[in-house]
């Protein structure tokens, strides 16, 4: 019992736990349809492509994975969401498109500009939001979730705006390269896995991730310990910022246009729970990036079991919400304090126990 007791309270038991779960439901299912076991975990090349739906769930789920890291770092050092990032995302891949399409626009197959200022456009947009953001956060001290509401409701209509209300189509496939496939790898999970490899690297061989927790734990005494938290988190939310213009950039390019009104559609809730799900405390403080890209490709996993089941995709959210209500109820201190108390008078009923048998 003392051997289980340390293992789920390990940081990456929760997310390691619900991925586990959501393959069995999977092996179970097709178990029950006929089909052998491994079928889930079937890899095979198809039109010199990579399929399958290990693969398709890595590719589908590499927008909320990259959005998942700069969502884990903000809930750190501010303790609060970052909640315009799928705005955030439509905005960015409108202006990019607009850029590339150019006079053709509302279609185009020719790149108005040469590819890299789309690209680089898309990731400006991306930090200025995020600075945006991380302005009224650390420097005015606004509520996280009420500073980032205004680019909530507003990225998507500036998006709107940028494209003239109308969905933009690049077709070109220098830009359908960034959510296609590079030989049989599709992009995306190159992109996600170059974007974890970068911030694991800046986080592990720099002293900014352990800054990042200081501040989410006490941002006053880490002021006073010489740390400038202001700094800290506004950098938090640039870094949130250029991971929601990557996302935006690698949706917009997966279906060659801006489509401003659907991009990053409830991503931002998508995002949230990956870090919920990967063991991370909402409150602040210490994380674990590698519970959050966990819980990314979970919530992927979910979304692609709930289809597999026949379950309609109007229905996702609901089970989305439920999971997110349960880890924060989990998460709260009176319900910790709840389960603490329950354990020490288990303890003190056995020590009873013991003496009496003594």
Known sequence: MSKLKKLTKQQLFLPIFCMLLVLCVNIVYDVAQGRDFYDFFKIYIQNDMLNGRIVNILNRGSEVAILAIGMTLVVSASAGTDISVGSVMALSAGVCCTLLAGAA???????????????????????????????????????????????????????????????????????????????????????????????TVVLKKSAMGMYIQSVGINRRASRIAGLNSQKIIFLCYVLCGLCAGIAGLVASSRITSADTNNIGLNFEMDAILAVALGGNSLAGGRFNLAGSIIGAYTIQAITTTMYNLGVSSAVNPVFKAVIVILIVAVQAPPVKAYFKKLSAKRQAEKKVKGAVGV
């Open 105 to 199: 626009a509302p279609q185009a197959t020719e790149l108005a500009v040469p590819l890299i200022v789309g690209v680089l456009a898309a990731l400006l947009v991306g930090c200025v939001c995020g600075a945006f953001n991380g302005a009224l956060v650390a420097y005015l001290n606004i509520q996280p979730m009420v500073a980032t509401l205004i680019l909530w409701t507003a990225a998507r209509a500036i998006g709107l705006l940028v494209c003239n209300n109308l969905i933009v189509y690049v077709r070109n496939d220098s830009f359908a390269m960034f959510g296609g496939y590079i030989g049989p790898i599709p992009t995306p999970i190159i992109i996600a896995a170059i974007c974890i490899a970068v911030i």
